[in-house]
């Protein structure tokens, strides 16, 4: 009972957020800052939730007024296939570095860390560059011409976008992994483990994983934001016909708050799977 009152706290809460948010462009009205007309941008966000279904846009390509929900399906699909196909890659892609750094000598940790260490500090434009040359390049010394540049409103582009979120939060999770197989490889239980003669490898898997998988959690979930400001950048960049590109090609208030929702409700819910399911034994004393 208490998760589920927490839970529902935390979820009305948001909404709030997320209308307060949504009416921000409200607050300069003729370039001017002015507090009293966004209070009158939230009257107007509030009384919006009961006629969400009647929200439109201009949709360049009918030419016409047409409704917002229907209407956010394809895009809605776009981002969410990005988004999930690159997390999947860089969590196992940064897991089986996290194996191989665990494995190896202090030699070969201290150079791969340098490694890791000088490409997270590289931004998200300089990868979306190097695919784009890289793709260009081939295509000028090759020509194969099969991996596109740049979306068009009837062409999806994904191999570059995913390529690119992959690549920009690969490091990101890689840092964190290894920083706690080196806070944890001495750990009791490990040492524990060892002594009874369990292999590296299955302490590795069956021991030392299980303990960092809900804090590896936790990370994510903390700097989720990051990861979508960089989804942000890359679907402008290639011109994804994503959620994000919508956002900011049509931002006005009812859509943005409209958007924050739909972004924001599967990151609860998927919140709300984890806590339950993750078993406590992973959880420790968090």
Do not use: C
């Not at 994904?158 to 806070?183: M, Y």
């Not at 021991?207 to 890359?234: D, E, G, K, Q």
Request: charged share 15%; hydrophobic share 55%.
């Amino acid at each position: 009972m208490v998760f589920i009152a927490r839970k529902s706290i935390q979820l009305i809460v948001a909404f709030f957020v997320l209308i307060a948010i949504s009416a921000l462009p409200a607050l300069v009205a003729q370039m001017k800052f002015n507090p009293a007309s966004y209070w009158e941008g939230l009257q107007q966000q509030f009384a919006q939730l009961t006629k969400l279904d009647e929200i439109t846009y201009f949709n360049v390509t009918a030419q016409k007024e047409v409704l917002l929900l229907p209407s956010l399906q394809p895009y809605i699909q776009e981002t969410l296939l990005i988004f999930t196909t690159a997390m999947a890659v860089s969590a196992i892609g940064a897991i089986l570095y996290a194996y191989l750094f665990y494995r190896s000598g202090r030699r070969t940790r201290t150079l791969l860390k340098q490694t890791t260490r000088t490409l997270e500090m590289v931004p998200d434009l300089f990868w979306i560059i190097l695919s784009q040359f890289l793709v260009i390049y081939l295509f000028k010394m090759t020509g194969y011409s099969n991996i596109e540049i740049a979306g068009t409103y009837a062409d999806s582009i994904r191999f570059l976008p995913i390529a690119t979120l992959t690549l920009t939060t690969l490091f990101f999770f890689i840092k964190w992994l290894t920083t706690q197989v080196l806070e944890q490889e001495s750990a009791p239980f490990l040492e524990l483990a060892r002594a009874k003669g369990i292999r590296p490898t299955a302490l590795f898997w069956k021991h030392l994983l299980p303990t960092m998988i809900y804090r590896f959690y936790l990370f994510f979930r903390a700097n989720i934001i990051t990861i979508l400001s960089s989804l942000l950048i890359i679907e402008y960049t290639f011109q994804v016909q994503g959620l994000f590109r919508f956002a900011l090609y049509f931002g006005q208030m009812p859509i943005l708050m409209v958007i924050l929702f739909l972004i924001y409700l599967p990151i609860f819910i998927i919140d709300l799977l984890a806590e339950w399911l993750i078993p406590n034994a992973w959880k420790g004393g968090i």
